[in-house]
DNA sequence: GTCTATAATTAGATAGAC
DNA sequence: GTCTATCTAATTATAGAC
């Protein structure tokens, strides 16, 4: 970053700060081919020459604000642990499933987004799966190792289970403008967001831990 | 259709077949916008000029893919209702969910497509929902409406159910290729299809019928 | 029916004034 | 830092030969 008065910083980093969210939302409705520069500039009512001075160009704009947007998923999931450390595997998988829901309820372009760049092999695709996604499901493996070695076992491999889970929490969000028109039901709605977590968590209880009693 | 040989007929029709096949595919990988139709011409191996011939342009195309997908996924539903009218509206609702992810293993094109029209509210998104996916969810919902009848209801809101079953059915292979970079599992592979059904039809009855003991 | 060639539009990128 | 104006390359659409 090059030598600025301070009320230049600021507004500057006001704008980039602008340009980055308007870029998630952008990309996350059209995708990354679909995405126009000229629209995620005029979204941010920014210049269309400032996407090169802060971010170089398309590919790299995509990349920061894909980082961002996982800064917020981590900070959502870690935020204070109030699951201590000998409790139950599966209270600890539920509270990480929960808050993943709100997130997505939160910020439905993450979940678009990932649909987007996960169903085509590319570039891409690898820059997220080693960067995020790979470490991230590698914490929730160890979730579902817990609870395995506590003997709450479904015979559901590790696999599905982990897509049935992230399918289920967030199919409603990335679709939300399909489920209002259908059903009128706003799903971003925090009310519904939280009776929808209700929902996924206990499925959660059934599949991974069969033998419990139902609260 | 014009008078044609019947040699031409065939041959032409042999090359819209194609045409569909592929545009299915890359309106699928890439969404509406960021499909182009040079590379669905050239994956049919067909000449460019022949999707206006054909199909009048991109917008009509699209909906003529979108239009054969959805005949190919009734068929699978309806194929040999192999569940007496009588029966147990559980076991109802677990076959039509067991197609389903027969049909979304074998074609994660459609999933991939209707995730990425239901994201935003466009006239495509509304012919889409008034078309087919209303309809076809009219019939889904009708199955949950057995099933409450007979008292098998759990305390889920149905717009969730519903979201939560597709979800939780189809993520594995909208995102098939994340998967394997990331699992090395393939999942459209037909006995990892398989047992992904038996883990999703569980789960619904799990969702659906709580009371009902597990077999 | 299938092809070539091209028109019209729009995309990302960028030069250069302020 | 922000803006206008423009370049180059791609895109859809289409006219017209065979």
Redesign the interface.
Known sequence: MQIMTVARKVRGDDTRERILTAALAVF????????RTREIAERADANLGLIKYYFEGKERLWKAAVTRAFEELQEELAAGADVPPGADAVAALEQVVRRFVRFVARR?EFM?L????????SPR??W??DRF??PM?AALDAQLARARAQGLV?A??P???R??????????F??????????G?D?TDPK?AE??AD??V??VR??VA?RRR?R
């Open positions: 996350a409705e059209r995708g990354f081919d679909g995405a439905p678009r990932m649909n987007d760049e996960a169903k085509r092999d695709m690898r997220l799966a996604v790979g499901t479904g559901v491999s696999v599905s289970l897509y049935i889970v992230l399918g289920a929490a967030g199919l409603v990335s679709q939300a403008p399909e489920c209002r028109y259908l059903t039901v799903p519904f009776r929808h929902a996924v206990a499925l059934t599949a069969p139902r």
